[in-house]
């Protein structure tokens, strides 16, 4: 096999480059499946650290240097991405006990009753205060609703207000709650 050839200044060349790769890339990504027994992950960490080493632009004195540059890359790469599996993983799990909870399954169900009870009352409401008030559910302020509806805003304020009314005669005390913070 050819030896990376470097210019007087030691800055590798694209032809030095793909020396190098073509030398020690099987073995880091041999070297990086010991870590992640995982193929496909070993060779894009491989490939990263070679992505870091075209970068750094360093002057490397020898072909030792490149090797002890490119495992260590390697290694740390892979020290990373284990960490962020471990993250990953109890971050799964940690959603996975949630949402098999009763406490999450009750409250998600309440909250989807409460909020189908308010959509029903309010599609009983004339069609401009129904509009003012899905817009609203949406979170949009009175000044956005009288642009989007291309209306006054006072106009959006009295429809809002007659529509609270009407809606809180007909709605539980939960759901009262809910408009309050329209």
Not at 44 to 69: H, P, R, T, Y
């Amino acid at each position: 096999m050819e030896k990376p050839q470097f210019t007087k200044s030691k800055a590798l060349d694209k032809k030095a480059f793909k020396l190098i790769f073509d030398k020690f890339f099987n073995a880091l990504c041999a070297f990086a499946y010991k870590y992640l027994n995982e193929v496909s992950a070993a060779e894009d960490l491989v490939q990263e650290a070679f992505v870091s080493f075209w970068e750094k632009g360093e002057n490397f004195e020898n072909e030792s240097a490149i090797k002890a540059f490119l495992y260590t890359s390697v290694r740390n790469k892979c020290l990373n991405y284990l960490k962020h599996q471990t993250v990953k993983q109890k971050h799964e799990q940690n959603l996975i006990y949630e949402l098999e909870s009763d406490q999450f399954f009750t409250q998600h169900v309440i909250e989807e009753e409460v909020f189908n009870q308010l959509y029903q009352e309010i599609s009983q409401l004339p069609k401009s205060a129904q509009q003012i008030m899905l817009l609203a559910l949406k979170g949009l302020k009175n000044k956005e609703i009288a642009e989007q509806l291309d209306i006054s805003e006072n106009t959006v304020k009295t429809q809002k207000k007659i529509a609270y009314s009407k809606l809180k005669q007909k709605l539980s005390p939960p759901l009262n709650a809910i408009l309050l913070t329209l």
